[in-house]
């Protein structure tokens, strides 16, 4: 090829660059979020995943729509009615609507799974910015806090605040948030001493950006994927916790949810009785609830990490 | 005797786009040689030695050609029957040779079972034979009792050597065996490497990217560029009277062993790019001798017996070789 | 540092854990709102009695002797007395202990020598229609919770086919003449079976799907790719190479495991009437019974941190290149 030639065709691919910067930023905007949500295409799992959770929010902002009775209405001249056009997933010993109390319960499970995985995000993420950018003494403190938390035993130690306080979703969002953040906490550090050494962590530290800047706005971003991972698994460690509170009895006693319909179905002996309905359909609320959440973090995880990936 | 023929070989690597490292290579290595085998990274030549391995990795297959070791076609074998002739009868030093140990076993256990799976042999007498194999690499023979980790990057390779050698194969691959260590012990490793196959007269291939460890250990070589043959023969031919362009950029790119020191010039530019079928030589966009018949299909020429060249010659080969000792030729990117 | 010296430091650290733990469990109940022996004490009594009831517990003392007196009960295993019964809170949970550590130790032993191999064979089949399936199945039983497939077994095995008990650990009225004359005996096991499949199913999914990633990292490792290259078997090389190393990590994740499981027992009792720490608790919480909450807890947090303490020594036997520092 001629010089020329080559000349020619360079300040050619020249406009055509500049046009495209012109009239691409929008694109890229685009871009940026087809690339966040490619795993999708990807992982047909996380996708699943995606799917239910989303049906599940819906039941619970209409649960008002969907559900054909009040959850506590009681009706005892029709009380363990089996499957039925009028009751479609029957009733308990006390009359109540199963369906019905199968969707206003996915309100508190959502809300409590998300507030739970916020806090704990939110704990754990700083905890291992700070212990990880600054090492020392405080890296030891804030890790032997960890090892603290990681030696509490977890369902007991929620079931005695939320004994000794008061029996509220608040007081279970808290408790639980009090020890989750440990494992996020852990990875996010380890990450971080890694991001330390990075040559545009070291770059901006001489430039002179203040420490807060440089965990911010230069290592927060990198360590986000790892932390909206563990917190997808916080939303389902708390669903189940939160089952397994409502099931021994500490559950808020106002509130209608699927660990306490297990409660009082195996209370009211409905295993003896035959009643599976009762005791069958609350457990599949919980179990896809949960099962959400791990394929969403899951296929996540999988994108994350290359290794994991498919040859 | 010949011990190994490579006819013709084509290699492929499935995938979006499929990758063609190994385009119709052929040599041969007769018993108690060594055959070099060099070029720049990214050329085909470790696929080359996978190949005749048997090693190759999932996805890569062999697509044309044929592989004859010892007289046996072992082209198409099955994975069982590649298995029994692997380490039995041909062994590899690979690339990798700092982290192909196994960290959670002592030197012994892995060296015992290597000898183990092809030989009913007795743990004592595999242990007697690891020790001996450790003195011949020269190791200290107490350190089989050592974990990886507490070897140095230059023993762990001389573990790798003591295991190839521990069925005696009839053939050793040695796949850059090296490139991993500091130059003083690459030395030292090269010699021995050497020596012990002067000993015990194993044949040897030699893969490397480095010219001059050809000249120090191998009777015959292979150039290859773009998963072609550019050119081969025995060494000192080679050395002396070399006709590719290719072949001259790499013996001025590395310090010549025998010669006067010269300053080291790499050839511009990088290997093509082996997923896209070429017509011509693929070395023509680097070459500074490159004519409008390079497009072309390349003949193999046999200027002596025994050395084969595939170049068009777009100029007469004494004037390459004489304008190829000049750096300028090399550096500067107008073509002729 | 040598073992010697890691194990040491390493005992040391657990007590200081064990006794801030305790520490936190103390003024966690000091700080609660309500008054412990409002139940206890009711309407009915006295000023006079009321105070000698308080004196009985203890809690008529300052805090800082409250304070060293529940200490000292953690060397001395003194936890003072029950609220609801008025009977030594440690003769009380002794023998729970053991109860709660047959059935989690054997849930737990369970779950591994499942899940490690289901999680290998998952590795092994990368890409295949029965790994995708493999590991939706774990997942399954990770979003599956305990006390549901609990009751699910109950109604099964028990109401329907009538193969196994609904729950408790023997039959009633038979006396053993030692906890381990018990727990050899065929009753004890039938009781056993149940109970312990149930949180297994539950707890393999950790180790199978850890050991997948593990595996998966492990298997691009060069040792292995030159394990095959030795003409080493795939399944010699799957087992004595990718599988070996890639255990490491699940030995990591077995001290968790175990903290879920001591956890867990709360759950896991409590659905099968199991007499142990965790349904001793869950039934001392709801009677505002303290002492005796306060030593179910301390007691499953110690074997928390002693099961933190095996992993460990455990992850050092299994990598050699721990130098224990």
């Known amino acids: 090829m001629s010089d020329q030639n080559k000349t020619a065709l360079d300040s050619e691919s020249n406009v055509d660059a500049l046009d495209t910067e012109l009239s691409t930023w929008r694109e890229r905007q685009a871009d940026a979020w087809r690339r966040r949500l490619a795993f999708l295409k990807r992982e047909p799992m996380g996708l699943a995943g995606i799917l239910i959770l989303l049906a599940i929010v819906l039941v619970a902002i209409f649960a008002p729509v969907i559900a054909p009775y009040e959850p506590t209405e009681t009706d005892y001249g029709n009380s363990l009615a089996p499957p039925s056009a009028e009751h479609p997933l029957g009733t308990d010993s006390a009359g109540r609507d199963i369906f019905s109390q199968l969707v206003f319960g996915a309100r508190p499970a959502l809300q409590i799974g998300l507030l739970s995985a916020i806090s704990v995000a939110f704990v754990g993420m700083n905890v291992g910015l700070v212990a990880g950018y600054y090492g020392g003494y405080v890296d030891d403190a804030l890790m032997r806090l960890v090892d603290f938390a990681y030696g509490i035993p977890f369902t007991p130690f929620i079931i005695v605040l939320v004994a000794l306080w008061e029996p509220s979703k608040w007081t279970i969002v808290g408790a639980i948030a009090l020890l989750l953040w440990r494992q996020t906490a852990r990875v996010v550090r380890s990450h971080v001493l890694n991001l330390k050494e990075k040559p545009f962590v070291k770059s901006a530290r001489t430039v002179g950006a203040s420490d807060r800047r440089i965990i911010y706005r230069h290592i927060a971003p990198n360590v986000l994927p790892l932390v909206f991972l563990y917190g997808s698994f916080a939303i389902a460690w708390a669903i189940l916790t939160e089952a397994a509170i409502s099931y021994l009895g500490f559950g808020d006693p106002t509130a209608v949810t699927w660990g306490q319909m297990l409660q009082s179905a195996q209370q009211s002996q409905a295993l003896a009785r035959d009643a599976w309905w009762w005791f069958t359909m609350p457990g599949i609320a919980i179990m896809l609830t949960v099962i959400s959440a791990f394929l969403i973090g899951r296929g996540y995880e999988e994108q994350l990490n290359p290794e994991l990936q498919e040859p | 005797m010949t011990l190994l023929e490579v006819n013709d070989l084509h290699v492929t690597y499935a995938g979006d786009p499929a990758v063609e490292a190994v385009r119709g290579v052929s040599f041969t290595l007769e018993e108690g040689e060594t055959l070099g085998i060099v070029g720049e990274s990214g050329c085909g030549k470790t696929t080359l030695a996978q190949a005749v391995m048997g090693a190759l990795p999932d996805n890569g297959e062999i697509t044309g050609g044929e592989i004859i070791f010892d007289g046996q076609d072992i082209t198409h074998l099955s994975n069982r029957q590649r298995r029994e002739i692997r380490w039995e009868r041909m062994s590899m030093i ?122 120090e250990t191998c009777d015959s070589m292979v150039v290859m560029y773009g998963g072609e043959l550019m050119e081969a023969g025995n060494v000192d031919e080679i050395f002396n009277n070399a006709h590719h362009p290719y072949t001259l950029g790499l013996q001025n790119a590395f310090p010549s062993v025998e010669g006067e020191k010269r300053d080291l ?30 497009e072309e299909k390349v003949p193999v020429r046999e200027p002596v017996d025994g050395h084969r060249v595939r170049c068009h010659e777009p100029v007469p080969f004494e004037q390459i070789r004489d304008r190829s000792g000049e750096d300028e030729t090399w550096l500067s990117q107008n073509k002729v | ?323 224990y520092d």
């Open chain 2, 94 to 215: 690979s690339q990798s040779a700092m982290n192909s140990l196994d960290p959670v076993y002592r030197v012994k256990d892995q060296i015992r079972e290597a000898i183990q799976e092809h030989r009913d042999v007795s743990d004592a007498e595999a242990y007697e034979r690891s020790r001996e194999l450790m003195e011949l690499v020269g190791l200290d023979p107490d350190r089989v009792e050592d974990y990886p980790h507490q070897l140095s990057g230059g023993m762990r390779q001389r573990v790798i050597i003591a295991m190839s050698l521990a069925l005696d194969p009839d053939l050793i691959i040695a796949d850059e065996p090296t490139t991993a260590l500091d130059v003083i012990i690459q030395e030292q490793i090269l010699y021995r490497i050497k020596e012990l196959q002067r000993e015990l007269g194993n044949s040897m291939v030699m893969v490397t990217h480095d010219i001059s460890v050809v000249a």
């Open chain 2, 265 to 294: 010039t790499s050839i511009p530019g990088s290997p093509p790019d082996l997923s896209e079928p070429l017509e011509g030589c693929p070395f023509a966009s680097r070459c500074p001798f490159a004519a409008p018949e390079c």
């Open chain 3, 1 to 323: 540092m040598g073992l010697k010296e890691f194990v040491t430091r390493r005992i040391i650290q657990i007590v200081v854990l064990y006794f801030a733990i305790a520490t936190m469990l103390f003024f966690l109940f000091r700080a609660a709102p309500g008054d412990p022996l409002a139940a206890y004490i009711g309407t009915g009594f006295t000023q006079e009695q009321a105070a000698q009831i308080r004196a009985t517990f203890g809690l008529d003392q300052p805090i800082h002797v409250q304070y060293w007196k529940y200490m000292t009960s953690l060397v001395t295993f003194n936890f003072g007395l029950s609220y609801i019964t008025g009977d030594p809170v440690w003769g009380i949970i002794q023998d729970r202990i053991w109860n709660t550590l047959v059935l989690m130790g054997t849930s737990v032993i369970l779950a591994y020598l499942i899940g490690v191999p289901f999680g290998a064979y998952l590795a092994w089949n990368r890409g295949t229609k029965r790994e995708r399936f493999g590991v939706v199945f774990a997942l399954i039983s990770r979003s599956a919770p305990v006390f549901w497939t609990g009751l699910l077994g109950i109604w099964i095995f028990s109401f329907k086919l009538g193969w196994l008990p609904a729950g408790s650990m023997s039959q009633p009225g038979v006396t053993y003449s030692s906890k381990l004359a018990q727990f050899t005996s065929p009753s004890f096991l039938r009781h056993l079976i149940l109970p312990a499949l149930v949180q297994a199913f539950y707890f393999y999914s950790l180790p199978a799907l850890l050991m997948r990633n593990s595996m998966l990292e492990v298997m691009n490792e060069d040792f292995v790719d030159f394990a095959e290259l030795k003409g080493i078997s795939d399944f010699s090389v799957m087992l004595k190479h990718a599988a070996r190393n890639a255990l490491l990590p699940i030995v990591t994740a077995f001290a968790v495991a175990a903290g879920f499981a001591v956890g867990g027992s709360v759950v896991l009792e409590t659905v099968f009437a199991w007499p142990g720490l965790g349904r001793e608790m869950v039934r001392a919480v709801i009677a505002n019974d303290y002492p005796v909450a306060q030593a179910t807890f301390l007691i499953l947090a110690g074997l928390v941190l002693v099961a933190n303490f095996l992993a460990d020594l455990a992850y050092g036997y299994l990598d050699p290149r721990i130098t």
